[in-house]
């Protein structure tokens, strides 16, 4: 049996692992191959380079004669001087990058350090504390971002009558500052006199004016800023006209108008900050065009605008695809409950859906379907089917639905657990018939109401035909025609059986029950157990239609009619009337619903003029 080989000695074994000095060798050499590849040289750098990195021919005297850095540490030292140069040199895009000989002292060789003393080549250096090139300095400072957008704050100098319209309006700007010429302070105090709704605006507006400039103090010059009075979304400042800003306007155009003279002041304004977007924000469509004319940015103010479009606005239906029974399958359920026939519905279209929205599924060969939305729980839906008010038997004071529109809004205004209704359609769809008939039916046949109250806001159309004499109803009388007309109507069709006698105790009696009031002393009021019907609805502001509707009390119900098509308020159009805001707010609440009749069913000689005048 042959004998193991004997052990090697010490001084034999193979070294399987390098040293540390042999792994700080190799790391040194990594850190200088990697400086040297990624850092751009020009030729003089790179002469310099190869001249510190060969190998000096002086025989270098051993470290511990000299009593210098070994070489492994002057090696680190180069890395590290080389590392910090590097970055240095990147901070700064416009100055070369520096000799690495110059970055490498202890590589080259210094008086004292255990090495020659070794001449690089003559290297013109650029100091390192050179400001940067001017084409990076010329490039502006990006702006911080915003809500709305990067860029400076917009200056809105606002016309007198965006406060007169709102006198909230000073603090609708969020982000932006706000500019008040003084005349727009002199036309505030020409109109706070009276008890005119453009009146309390501007007294309104008058006493927020005077609360912010007392927050500061003496001094507003600087400016006051708009969260002062706890209105956190405006982060903007209000500035007051302190100085005269004299500008040229074009030839010809009075210099003594107010019009004229916020004019002048947003040409100034724009004059002495170019940088900023100053904006005339104006109700008045001919002050904006002159400020366009005049080469100056105008808007409207439109932050009381719910909607942009009229076409938007919510109708109360909705048309149920074609194929909704096929998707539904048979995963509908269905059941029937106090005459009425309910189905919990699911999928995609119960995104859609709102309480009390009516729907209909109607397709050639297949029954009808009309019901409304009772319950919404995530993804599923109950739908009840309606009342057919278009069948006699269930006619309103002897009214019947003529289309399916007209019998969603019977649903509505015959339910009990819906308290406030709203109607929008065009003259002639039956808005002020089914309502009255509806109130009539519930106040003297169930006498769930005790009363009808009618109201409507009284803009004329015309010319205004002075103060009428006579009680509150007499003076209301003329603004009434509708409901004299509705009534007469109602009256013919309920008593025609009973004579002659029979019709005018009818009259009597409904009259007896129907109040006529005015909306210029509803404020304070509190109605019980009444039906409240608003006429002209669309003519109303979304402040007063507030005021109107916070008047119902417990058991009241409701009831706004309007046509937006026909708004005779000044400065209200169909995306900021009260009807609609009221519309836009009400939608999918559980006790009120909202119906937009879309045919007319006067007369076909009134059909006819709505459609081609």
């Known amino acids: 049996m042959p004998l193991p080989p004997p052990p090697r000695r010490k001084a034999d074994r193979v070294q399987l692992k390098p040293s540390p000095r042999a792994r700080d060798a190799e790391a040194d050499e990594r850190v200088l191959d990697a400086l040297s590849a990624a850092s751009p040289v020009s030729a003089g750098e790179g002469d310099a380079a190869a001249v510190s990195a060969a190998p000096s021919s002086s025989p270098a005297p051993a470290p511990a004669a000299t009593g210098g850095p070994s070489r492994r540490t002057r090696r680190r030292q180069a890395a590290v001087g080389a590392v910090e140069t590097a970055a240095a040199d990147t901070a700064v895009a416009d100055t070369a990058a520096a000799p690495i000989a110059e970055a490498l002292p202890q590589a080259v060789g210094t008086p004292g350090n255990g090495m020659p003393p070794t001449t690089p080549p003559q290297v013109p250096a650029t100091p390192r504390t050179t400001p940067a090139t001017p084409a990076r300095a010329a490039t502006p400072r990006r702006a911080p971002h915003r809500r709305h957008g990067a860029g400076p704050r917009k200056l809105f100098v606002l016309d007198t009558n965006v406060l007169m319209h709102d006198p909230s309006s000073l603090f609708r700007f969020e982000e ?3 500019f008040l010429p003084m005349i727009v302070l002199e036309e505030l105090d020409n109109n706070k006199k009276g008890m005119s709704e453009v009146a309390r605006n501007a007294r ?11 927050h500061v103090g003496g001094d507003i010059r600087p400016g006051v800023p708009l969260s002062a009075l706890g209105n956190t979304e405006a982060t903007g400042t209000l500035f007051f006209q302190t100085e005269p800003l004299p500008a040229e306007l074009p030839a010809g155009i009075p210099q003594g108008k107010a019009d004229n003279q916020i ?5 100034a304004l724009k004059a002495r900050h170019p940088e900023r977007d100053v904006v005339l924000v104006s109700k008045d469509i001919n002050m904006r065009i002159k400020a366009r004319a005049l080469g100056l940015a105008a808007e409207d103010y439109e932050n009381d605008k719910v909607l942009d479009d009229a076409e938007l606005l919510y109708t109360g239906t909705l048309a149920l695809p074609a ?5 539904q399958g048979q995963s509908v359920q269905s059941w029937q409950q106090g005459g009425h026939t309910f189905y919990r519905i699911t999928g995609a279209v119960v995104d859609a859906l709102l309480l009390n929205q009516f729907v209909y599924y109607e397709a050639p060969g297949e029954p009808p379907l009309y019901a409304r939305v009772v319950e919404l729980r995530g993804r599923s839906a109950v739908l009840r089917t309606v009342k057919d ?4 038997k269930n006619a309103v004071w002897g009214v019947t639905a003529r289309n399916r529109e007209q019998n969603f809004a019977l649903n509505l205004l015959m339910d009990p657990e819906v308290d406030f209704v709203t109607l929008a359609g065009t003259a002639g769809t039956g808005k002020t018939l089914m309502a009255l008939a509806a109130g009539l039916t519930q106040v003297l046949d169930e006498r769930r109401y005790t009363e009808i109250i009618m109201t409507r806001a009284t803009v004329s159309v015309g010319e205004d035909i002075g103060f009428l004499p006579g009680t509150e109803e007499e003076k209301m009388g003329p603004w009434m025609g509708a409901l004299d007309d509705n009534l007469e109507f109602l009256a013919k069709g309920h008593g025609n059986t009973a004579g002659e006698w029979g ?6 009696l409904i009259r007896s029950r129907i109040k006529i009031k005015s909306m210029n002393f509803m404020r304070g009021r509190t109605f019980l157990n009444k039906y409240v019907i608003i006429d002209e609805a669309q003519n109303l502001t979304p402040k007063q239609m507030k005021t109107l509707i916070t008047r119902a009390g417990p058991g009241t119900k409701l009831v706004c009619m309007g046509n937006l098509a026909q708004i005779d308020t000044p400065y209200l159009t169909e995306g900021s009337s009260g009807l609609t805001y009221v519309v836009d707010r009400f939608k999918g609440w559980p006790h009120g619903g909202h119906v937009t009749l879309a045919r007319g069913e006067r007369s076909r000689l009134a059909d006819f003029a709505s459609e081609v005048l």
Do not use: E
């Open 176 to 178: 932006h500052d706000i």
């Open 204 to 214: 309104q507006a008058s006493r927020s004016l005077d609360a912010l400039a007392a």
């Open 263 to 267: 004019l002048s002041v947003v040409q």
């Open 323 to 327: 194929d909704f029974w096929a998707q």
């Open 389 to 392: 008010y278009t069948h006699l």
């Open 503 to 508: 019709r005018a105790a009818t009259n009597d």
